[in-house]
């Protein structure tokens, strides 16, 4: 057990967090069972008001979620001193076998999160609840998630014992280790340089066109343009599955950029072809810039895997025309957060005293 | 955009008038997560201050100390263990170290004894610590006089005395030369008390300490990363140890809250009746609610955050001096140098905003969602 001030903070969070999605998972249940907007009953009545607490809490443990992540990772980084042979937070994840699984699921429950709060969001732009059903069943999955994130966060700070000889940085992420990150580092550069390009590309133009195409949409909707004219144009678009396109390629993007970092960015900002760890560039040397690369990565992954999910119900009800508006949004905010990402990578790049050949 | 902007400005106005109109409810919440805050924060600062002062301090602490030992306790080492460890491959320089404690029955402190090479110190002068000046009433050119171990006393004039700043280090410090210390303590000659090895290559340290502990068995290597290492945990120890003292007044506070929250007066009901009779929404409540909670947290935390910051860096935390520092009689004077960053300040949101969030979420929602009828009943 280790008593380390931000280490009781993340346990509390992950104890009220699990506590908090319990009791909303239990409403939410209960909300999915007995539903009826038609009937108007004392029930009914109970339930639309219940809704408002769960998203209350849902936007709140959900927001805490989202920081709690960046804060576990400082805090496993911060720790390293502790532990022998640990030299960044990969050490420290390393020092039971709880630590790596708290992170993985702690990145799911961050993706999930987001998704949530954009359904979330949209729901209550719609008077009729359109999407209730969807949030609630989303809602049930993310809960015993929650649940077991807590279990996990806790079991690997409390089996945290200082001083255990722990793989260092260099020889987890290196090509000999074998595993999974091994297997990340292994990926050769130049191949995954390419596909990373490759897969941005996609994506920004596949952003674009959508982007495009929905602002067309919005103006038809809003009577700007004549709906002949948007038909001619652009709906072919929308009707093949610009959006689905668009987001597939954000979140295939996200998968890549998250390997690319680990097989060829960071070694631009370590200036060393041997070196593979994506969390030393969290670290005051390299100036914080991993929090800007993930933040953007992350970011935009959760907007544009939004975006393809509220595609299916851009004709519902209600959302007609609220969700070209908020897809919209949601486009730019990928778009912008995965340009930032390839401009920091490229300046590191052509900057960096490092060549790869 | 802009409407959703001028939606939130107008709830935070009405927000911050209508926790005016209850000033003395507001206010006493106020203060008591003012206290809390303030409590943690001080705790935060002062712990990472220390850490920070023992970074400091160690950094010019020799990489690697090769110690002796002898059933199990320190014993003194002999000078050709250090020709030998001078020979292995890495290792740049081994100093033979004298140095001791020093019992001073006249005012019941202990002094640090070290030996120093300087020529600075010739025998007969000493140069101390402003701690052992200030015990024994010591300015520059008086006589320090000290009792050795054979009863004869060994008189050292003052030829300088370390500046405060120094303290941390150097309070009980006095610095003689190896014949006044070997006098002293009737100390062997050909032994040292310790010897500080330093290795070129830091990342040669661990194998330099296996080779001198495989050549030397009754020897103990200490490297300078372990005793940082051990200095970290202690404090994060001390400072965990804390909180969770703390933890009940945490808690104490939450109920508290929590009570604040649920206890709806009169006034606000019927308040909240009027708003959702003119047609004010449930979000609109809940809205009005959150904006509360933020503005009693922002400002509980920003001043407590700031007073914290005074406490510890101007005041030198006398609340926590006494749990968290330990004692002496030679008692360095320090002021902590101020260390705050943000991952300190994001810790501290997570330990009280986020409870006070998580408690008052609840109630809040049960005000937003009050029948606008049965409210101005009331």
Known sequence: MILHPAALALMLIALLVSGMGIYAGYYGMRILRYWNPACGSEQQLELERRTYLISTIMSYILSFELISLFLFIYTADDLHTLFTGAMCAAGTLAVNSFGYPTLLIKIINFLLAGIWLILNYTDNRGYDYPLIRVKYILLTLIVPLLVLESGLLCAYFAELKPDIITSCCGSLFSHESGGFSGDLASLPYRQTRIVFFICMAITVCSGLVFYVALTNRIRALTGLFSAQKVQQKFSDILKCGGGYLFSIAAAVTFLVACASVVSFICLYFYELPTHHCPFCILQKEYHYVGYLLYATIFGGAVAGIGAGVLQPFRKTGSLVRIIPDIQRRLVLITLVCYLLFTLITVWKMIFSALKLA | MNQALERHLNILDFTLASLLRRRAKNLSLLAIYLLVVFMLASLAFFVTALKKEATIILSGAPDMIVQRLMAGRQDLVPADYAVEIAKIRGVTAVRPRLWGYYYDALNGANY???????????????????????????????????????????????????????????????????????????????????????VRNPKEMSTVAAKIAGTFPDSRPILKSEIQRTYQSIFDWRGGMTLILLTSALISFIIFAWDKATGLSADERKEIGILKSIGWETS????????????????AFLLGVVLAYGHVFLLSAPLFAQALKGWSVIYPRFQLVPVVDAYQLSVLFFLTVVPYTTATIIPCWRAATIDPDAAMRY
């Open chain 2, 284 to 299: 609109d409540v809940l809205l009005l609610k959150f904006w509360e909670g933020l503005v009693i947290s922002l400002t």
């Open chain 2, 112 to 198: 640090t004894i070290m030996a120093s090479e300087d020529p600075a110190v010739v025998p007969g002068s000493a140069t101390i610590g402003a701690g052992v000046a200030k015990a024994r009433n010591l300015a520059v050119g008086d006589l320090l006089p000290l009792i050795s171990y054979d009863k004869s006393p060994v008189m050292l004039e003052i030829n300088s005395i370390y500046p405060h700043g120094a303290d941390l280090a150097a309070a009980d410090l006095i610095v003689i030369s190896p014949d006044d210390f070997h006098q002293l303590f009737n100390f062997p000659g050909g032994q040292a008390t310790d010897l500080a090895v330093t």
